[in-house]
T-cell receptor, first 110, second 119 residues
Framework: LAKTTQPISMDSYEGQEVNITCSHN???????ITWYQQFPSQGPRFIIQ???TKVTNEVASLFIPADRKSSTLSLPRVSLSDTAVYYC???????????FGSGTKLNVKP | GAVVSQHPSWVICKSGTSVKIECRSL??????MFWYRQFPKQSLMLMAT?????????EQGVEKDKFLINHASLTLSTLTVTSAHPEDSSFYIC???????????????FGPGTRLLVL
């Protein structure tokens, strides 16, 4: 399974746009990229998933360059409640087991 | 979206006792479920894959006799921590993928987690 690398932590302020980049140099042709959010003492929550180019939903956007060796999660206008750990995961399908990396701890300040 | 539940949400037990944690898919069937463990300030660590109707497959380093997994039905997997010790204290999380026809890119849904404290 492709290994992922993310920044350990990021700081931001309320109202700013936050971009978290994940490197996955060994991503396979049939791998999808999925991002999860985790609050303390809770299970991870699905944010967004993509295969290539750009995907947008009501909470985030996911940018994937043509070579797919990295991806960027974009959170528009973050609030204090977006303070959490964000995980980037890659895998060939929904039924594949996930090996979590370190994740990125986002700290949103007032 | 699909919902996965866990029971109990937290449990305290004495050292040497066994603890059972349930993972249920509430509105979909899951032939496969996954169990993770998470220590404070660390990432999730995959423990095992639970397969309905067959034996679970364990990750390297995870003792199968200590962490018993039973996938009794298409909506229920249980993890039993046998002869628990304080070092087994952790946050246990399950996940289940939802099948929607042939769309393999659908996501996995995670349970809310179970906090285990072994005294």
């Amino acid at each position: 399974l492709a290994k992922t690398t993310q920044p350990i932590s990021m700081d931001s302020y309320e109202g700013q746009e936050v971009n978290i980049t994940c490197s996955h140099n060994n991503i396979a042709t049939n791998d999808y990229i999925t991002w999860y959010q985790q609050f303390p003492s809770q299970g991870p929550r699905f944010i967004i998933q993509g295969y290539k180019t750009k995907v947008t939903n009501e909470v985030a956007s996911l940018f994937i360059p043509a070579d797919r060796k990295s991806s960027t999660l974009s959170l528009p206008r973050v609030s204090l409640s977006d303070t959490a750990v964000y995980y980037c995961l890659v895998g060939p399908s929904n039924f594949n087991k996930f090996y979590f990396g370190s994740g990125t701890k986002l700290n949103v300040k007032p | 979206g699909a919902v996965v539940s866990q029971h109990p949400s937290w449990v305290i037990c004495k050292s040497g006792t066994s603890v059972k944690i349930e993972c249920r898919s509430l509105d979909f069937q899951a032939t496969t479920m996954f169990w993770y463990r998470q220590f404070p300030k660390q990432s999730l660590m995959l423990m095992a894959t639970s397969n309905e109707g067959s034996k679970a497959t364990y990750e390297q380093g995870v003792e199968k006799d200590k962490f018993l997994i039973n996938h009794a039905s298409l909506t229920l997997s249980t993890l039993t921590v046998t002869s628990a010790h304080p070092e087994d204290s952790s946050f246990y999380i399950c996940s289940a993928p939802e099948a929607r026809g042939l769309r393999l890119e659908e996501t996995q849904y995670f349970g809310p987690g179970t906090r285990l404290l072994v005294l």
